[in-house]
Every structure is written in C-alpha cells, then in structure tokens.
C-alpha cells in the first residue's frame, strides 16, 4: 500500500483490515490503553479499525498505520481526525504506539510529520491535541511537536469524567 507521509525512519499509510492483530496489540494492552479506563475488546477494536477507514473515505485522512521502514513492522498509530472541544470542530493530530516502541521519538517524529502535512496538503491554520491530564507521556510529545496548552475541559468517555489538556500548534504565516 502506498505511503500518505514519509520520514526518515517512518512510513504512514491508511490501516486495513490485515493490520488488525497490529492494532490489537496496541488497543487491547493495559498499559498503552490506561487514558481511555482500559483495553479495548475484539468488537471495539474492530470498531476503532472501521472508524479510521471512514475518515479515509469522508475526510480524506484518519489515524494512520505507523509502519518502522527498518522492519516493515507496524509500530503505531498516528493521524488526523476531526475532534469536537465544547461544541467547536477542530483538527486533531492522534498517536498512540505500541509499547515495546515507546521513548524511542517515533510519536513526536510522526506528530510531527501530521503537523507538516496538516499546514502544506490540507491548508489547516491551527493543530490540536486533546491529551488527558494524567498522561505525561503524550503531554511530552505535543510539547516537542512545538504545541502548547490552550485550554483545559472535561470529556466524558466509558461513563468517567476525565480532565483534558487541549495543546495546540498555529500555522506560521497565515
């Protein structure tokens, strides 16, 4: 399949339905999924699966598969999604990776490609990243993605009240 962004040591393509174990892998582990209240099942990661590919024919973008060049290796998930902040649309960059390939810099090298691609190929003047506050980890990557907080809400999600931080980066020249 065709890459939609490259970098030097990633590729990012649209997920399919071979790359559900992948998926699984990542969505279905305690530990990577600890900011959404646990793993998901087989029926909400097939669901979150079907989700992106929508977003690939309505949007034009979605979560893509964070492939390792090196290997071939799906490692990740990273992309673009329309998100809802009090009522207001906005365009979000997502990573979430497998564990095994935490703190190498693969999220903030693929953020940061999302960025680029967000401000050149879809004209957008401002990025977001809606980040749970208890998650130091992704916080980190937004901040090195050149974000910074915005906002503070509260998202309601599996019937628990969660404190977000909304980070944000805007386009230079617009």
Not at 95 to 124: I, Q, R
Not at 126 to 142: K, L, Q
Not at 165 to 171: D, E, Q, W
Request: charged share 20%; with cysteine; hydrophobic share 45%.
């Amino acid at each position: 399949m065709n890459s939609v962004l490259e970098t030097s040591r990633l590729l990012l393509r649209e997920m399919n339905q071979a790359d559900y174990p992948s998926i699984a892998a990542i969505v279905q582990e305690e530990k990577t999924m600890y900011a959404y209240e646990g793993p998901f099942s087989d029926a909400e990661t097939q669901a979150w699966l079907e989700k992106n590919r929508v977003r690939y024919k309505m949007d034009g973008f979605g979560l893509w598969a964070v492939i390792l060049r090196e290997t071939g290796l799906m490692i990740g998930m990273a992309g673009l999604s329309w998100q809802s902040i009090d009522q207001t649309q906005v365009l979000e960059i997502g990573y979430l990776f497998n564990k095994h390939y935490w703190g190498m810099g693969f999220a903030t090298e693929a953020a940061k490609a999302c960025k680029e691609y967000a401000f050149t190929v879809l004209d957008a003047k401002e990025v977001y990243s809606i980040i749970r506050d208890t998650n130091i980890a992704s916080m980190n990557v937004a901040i090195r993605s050149g974000m910074l907080v915005r906002s503070r809400f509260i998202k309601q999600y599996r019937g628990v009240l969660m404190p977000h931080l909304v980070f944000s980066a805007k386009r230079l020249n617009t």
